[in-house]
C-alpha cells in the first residue's frame, strides 16, 4: 500500500516538475525555470523526510554519500 501510494506521489511529482519546467522555459530563460523548479525540490524533500519519519537516516549517511549524491544531482 505505501509503495503505491509512494509511487504515485513521485509521478505526481515528476509531472509536476516538467510543467514547471515547461512553463518558466517559455516564460522565460532556462536559467529562470531552473531557478524556480530546482529550489522547490529542497522543501518537498523536507516535508516528505517529516512525514515519513526519515530524518534520522540522513545522519547515518557518510560525508562520501553526500558528496556522491551531489554529484549526481539528487
Keep these: 500500500m505505501l509503495g503505491g501510494f509512494l509511487a504515485l506521489l513521485a509521478a505526481a511529482t515528476f509531472g509536476l516538475n516538467s510543467v514547471a519546467t515547461r512553463r518558466g522555459v517559455l516564460t522565460g530563460t532556462v536559467a529562470q525555470g531552473l531557478a524556480i523548479t530546482v529550489p522547490i525540490a529542497v522543501p518537498i524533500f523536507f516535508i516528505v523526510c517529516l512525514t515519513t519519519?526519515?530524518?534520522?537516516?540522513?545522519?547515518?549517511?557518510?560525508?562520501?554519500?553526500?558528496?556522491?549524491?551531489?554529484?549526481?544531482?539528487?
Design 53 to 74: 519519519d526519515s530524518l534520522g537516516i540522513l545522519s547515518d549517511l557518510p560525508v562520501e554519500s553526500f558528496l556522491l549524491l551531489g554529484i549526481a544531482g539528487v
